[in-house]
């Protein structure tokens, strides 16, 4: 029998290509396979072990804001109590709050900062060192300072009623 076309076609493809190269790359998908579904159950149990972590991390961020929310309508039921007493204290005894210097602050103002601008801010600087005696912090001039307040406008050390700052004459007419 005489070989066909088709069958010579065949067996010299088959002829071209190599047995070897053919194992080692059928070898070396079984290793990738492998590393692949290895990497695959080790992002399945990362996963599984996030889900938990994020449950647990949600039942106390939950936890916690609870807590904040009861202190915050604590912390307003009390400043509410204060300000009723504060109210009746100063129906009773008006004479004494009258003499009483109050800073006036609003009562929804969040953005409320009672430690004032100073003129003069302070850092410590590199040369200091933890072996160093001398602990004294560097002053920055104020023009430096971009903080800076001019105070030289008004006298701050004066007394002020109603958020007014008063003369030498009002003052010694007004507070005796």
Do not use: W
Request: charged share 25%; proline share 5%.
């Amino acid at each position: 029998m005489e070989p066909t076309a088709s069958g010579v076609f065949c067996s010299r493809m088959l002829s071209m290509v190599n047995s070897e190269d053919v194992n080692a790359i059928i070898l070396a998908q079984k290793n990738m396979l492998d590393r692949f579904e290895k990497t695959n159950e080790m992002l399945l149990n990362f996963n599984n072990l996030s889900s938990v972590r994020m449950q647990q991390m949600n039942e106390r961020f939950l936890h916690h804001t609870r807590t904040l929310v009861e202190m915050k309508k604590d912390l307003d039921s009390i400043f509410r109590r204060i300000r009723t007493l504060k109210g009746k204290l100063a129906k009773q005894y008006p004479e004494a709050f009258s003499n009483v210097h109050e800073s006036p602050i609003l009562e929804e103002d969040d953005d409320f900062d009672p430690i004032p601008k100073s003129t003069a801010t302070t850092i410590a600087t590199s040369e200091q060192s933890t072996e160093s005696c001398d602990t004294s912090p560097d002053i920055i001039s104020p023009t430096m300072s971009q903080d800076f307040e001019d105070l030289s406008q008004g006298r701050y050390d004066s007394p002020a009623v109603n958020g007014q700052s008063l003369t030498d004459d009002e003052t010694a007419n007004g507070l005796d």
